[in-house]
């Protein structure tokens, strides 16, 4: 699906009407009558209720029928169980957009689910736009349409603005709105997606960015309803350079797909939110606090931080500590300034402050609030500092002079300048932002924003993915399997077929031919207990290692064939594998796992006995675009091993990236695998490849 761009009924409506509007306008009938009046809104509002005749001096007229024109959007705020019928008879009367602020449907039990779908079914045979059920509404005060019922709406009017906020929940939606009220933002839209049984987060996120007027767009997430369909709206806003931040909620639910394999233990649900995330350009929030310190900063300047260098003014040298140990935190630098620039600011400054960054100036503004400007400037110019932080703290005197000089840096600077008030005057940050100067209590903060400005400068979208190799041997082996978890021998049939590596050896049916698959191989070798039934062969101690003659490969032959035979009664045994050992390498990760929501995501981590604790991973949703696959492993926390660290060969770091685009060409081309897991996978040193010492795929038991 793609995200709909056809919203202009519901979210600029030249007609409204409300239906089961309501004398009250304190309630959610009366509400929107309320803010279509407040706001200015300039097209007709129609009160639809048969208990009255007029409210708040506007006929009210009995049915959607009765009414004199067709309107662009009907609000529905009726009890649930007569929505449908009143969503049926507008469609009838001719009105094709929806928003419907009634609750009791899915999230009230399986009576709520099954109006849930008889509503969606309502909306999909009509082709209608419907907000909701269980939605605070809709709110664009660019064109004055606000037909949100939050109170927070009433208590001070919101100035329209550039930016654009989409939320699953409607009370955030409210606390999005006072923040602008506070920080003195203004906003674009808001809307509510509820149920999201019409237009989803994706759909509302991707007309917002379409809109010349707004600047950048965020959104409140619970869940990803259509995973392409947010891409979709990602992309949007990155072509037209327009930043896009989400706040996740729910992070810390289990993965139901976590299931056998290490891949499945380590692909959680939110890591692939996460992955999905980063891959696409959206930046991610860590909390309420970073949603809207973020927003700010890109709704008050469109200025882009092209690199990590960081100056610092402050009056604290304390203050410049902590903003440059945050700074580092968040990935920046507070790099050393040209000689020029120090030269400048000495001849400037008392002779007891250095001019190195970060500077303090100490207490020359008390008495010289010009020098913020001054010394602002020159450190804003250094050819080695792409953004300037003006830190002030405790500031009593001069309040507006210091605000205005540093309001007055930002504007004659191409690079991005954002200000912290540590203490002091309320009037310097409301000045500050009314100038458009972002400006943060605290240098975390600051340092946070910065730290996000810099993702969304740097990042590079994912070129085109790489061409799916034949798999025509791949398909003829799973159109023999049965569904489930494959044995390992099963298992390396496949990869093999798709052109993965294998470590040398093959299944034997009983211990002198186990002892012949050594004596090819050659010593030293590993047995492993083969069935479908035992995924975790180490676990049921069917797994021996290192076994150095015919007479260790004998004795552990038995122990394992007798440890399955007690810790899986009933398996069925297809075998013992004998495995060559391989040494001199490094013990990786590979995995893909097929998420209900992105569809195929693939794992890289380092590997081996602390794979699950260690957790050091890194997650793409498929496909996987030009480069990905090595940028994989360069964000993996470990790639120091893999890239020379104390004395270590460098890693075969394409052998790797090619199993990992072979994994995802495997699963794009077969919906039925659900998982692949290869650990370990044993990565060479450059030049010499990689081989995987042990596999499990395991298929679908659904249709595919």
């Known amino acids: 699906m793609t995200a709909s761009s056809d ?14 509007a309501t004398p009250d306008l304190g309630r959610v009938g009366g509400r929107p009558i309320a803010y279509l009046k407040r706001y200015g809104f300039k097209g007709e509002i129609f009160p639809v209720n048969p208990k009255h005749r007029s409210i708040d001096g506007l006929t009210c007229y009995a049915a959607i029928e009765a009414l004199p024109l067709v309107p662009d959007m009907a609000i529905v705020a009726v009890p649930a169980p007569a929505v449908c019928s009143v969503v049926a008879a507008c469609q009838a009367f001719g009105v094709g957009a929806f928003t419907v602020y009634s609750s009791g449907f899915a999230e009230s039990g399986k009576d709520g689910a099954v109006l849930e779908r008889t509503l969606r079914a309502l909306v999909k045979r009509g082709g209608s736009i419907l907000c909701g059920p269980n939605s605070q509404g809709i709110a664009n005060f660019l064109d004055r349409a606000v037909a949100y019922f939050t109170s927070e709406l009433g208590r001070r009017d919101i100035a329209p603005g550039g930016i654009g906020f989409v939320s699953h929940s409607g009370v955030f939606g409210g606390i ?50 259509d995973a392409g369909k947010l891409r979709q709206a990602a992309e949007i806003a990155r072509q037209l350079d327009k930043p896009f931040i989400i706040l996740k909620a729910g992070r810390s639910a289990a993965s139901a797909a976590a299931a ?22 959206i930046l991610e929030a860590d909390n309420s606090d970073e949603l809207f310190d973020i927003v700010e900063a890109f709704a008050l300047t469109q200025k882009r931080l092209a690199g990590t260098g960081i100056g610092i003014l402050t009056n604290s040298g304390g203050i410049g500590v902590l903003c440059a140990d945050q700074l580092s935190a968040n990935g920046l630098e507070v790099p050393a300034f040209e000689s ?14 250095a001019p190195r960054n970060p500077v303090d100036i100490a207490l020359q503004a008390l008495d010289d609030p010009d020098c913020v400007t001054r010394h602002g400037a020159r450190i804003a110019a250094d050819g080695n500092i792409d953004a300037l932080l003006c830190f002030p703290g405790v500031i009593r005197r001069h309040v507006g002079e210091i ?44 340092a946070r924003v910065l730290g996000a400005m810099h993702r969304y400068a740097a990042f590079v979208a994912p070129g085109k993915a790489a061409a799916l190799p034949d798999m025509a041997s791949s398909r003829k082996i799973l ?57 975790h062969k180490s676990e049921a101690g069917g797994v021996a290692l290192d076994l150095g003659s015919e007479a260790a490969l004998r004795r552990a032959y038995g122990e394992v064939l007798a440890n399955a035979a007690a810790r899986a009664p009933g398996a069925a045994i297809a075998g013992v594998g004998v495995y060559e050992m391989v040494f001199d390498a490094t013990e990786m990760i590979v995995g893909m796992r097929r998420d209900a929501i992105f569809g195929p995501v693939l794992l890289l981590g ?46 075969d770091i394409a052998a790797l990236a090619d199993i990992l685009e072979r994994l995802a060409a495997l699963a794009a081309a077969f919906p039925e695998i659900e998982e692949i897991d290869i650990n370990p996978l044993m990565l060479l040193p450059r030049g010499q490849g990689a081989v995987a010492a042990d596999a499990l795929v395991i298929l679908s038991r659904r249709p595919a």
């Open 403 to 446: 605000a205005d000089a540093i309001a007055g840096v930002a504007a004659h600077s191409g690079k991005p300048v954002i200000a912290g008030w540590l203490g002091g005057e309320g009037e310097g940050p409301r000045r500050l932002r009314a100038a458009g100067v972002p400006a943060y209590p605290e240098p975390a903060r600051a």
């Open 479 to 535: 159109a023999a399997a049965a569904p489930g978890a494959l044995s390992e021998s099963a298992s390396r049939e496949l990869l093999r077929s798709a052109g993965i590596a294998m470590a040398k050896g093959r299944l034997a049916s009983d211990v002198d031919g186990a002892a012949a698959i050594a004596a090819e191989i050659g010593y030293p070798v590993a047995l492993k207990i083969d069935s479908a039934d035992i995924p």
């Open 340 to 353: 020029a620039t120090e030269t400048a600011l000495a001849a400037d400054m008392p002779p007891f402050v």
């Open 260 to 281: 056998a394999s290490h891949t499945g233990a380590l692909a959680g649900a939110y890591d692939c939110h996460r992955a999905a995330f980063r891959q696409w350009g």
């Open 606 to 651: 380092i590997g081996g006995l602390y794979a699950e604790i260690l957790a050091d991973k890194v997650l793409r949703v498929a496909p996987l675009g030009e480069g990905e696959a090595a940028a994989m492993a360069r964000e993996l926390k470990g790639f120091a091993i893999l890239d020379g660290a104390r004395g270590r060969p460098i890693a």
């Open 176 to 225: 999005m709105a006072n923040e602008c009220i506070e920080r003195g933002l203004g906003l674009g839209y808001l809307v509510s997606t509820g149920n999201e049984a019409g237009i989803d987060f994706a759909d509302a996120a991707a007309y917002m960015a379409r809109d010349e007027r707004i600047g950048v767009v965020a959104g409140y997430l619970e869940g990803v309803r």
């Open 7 to 20: 919203l202009a009924k519901l979210l600029n409506p030249g007609s409204v009407a409300i239906i089961g």
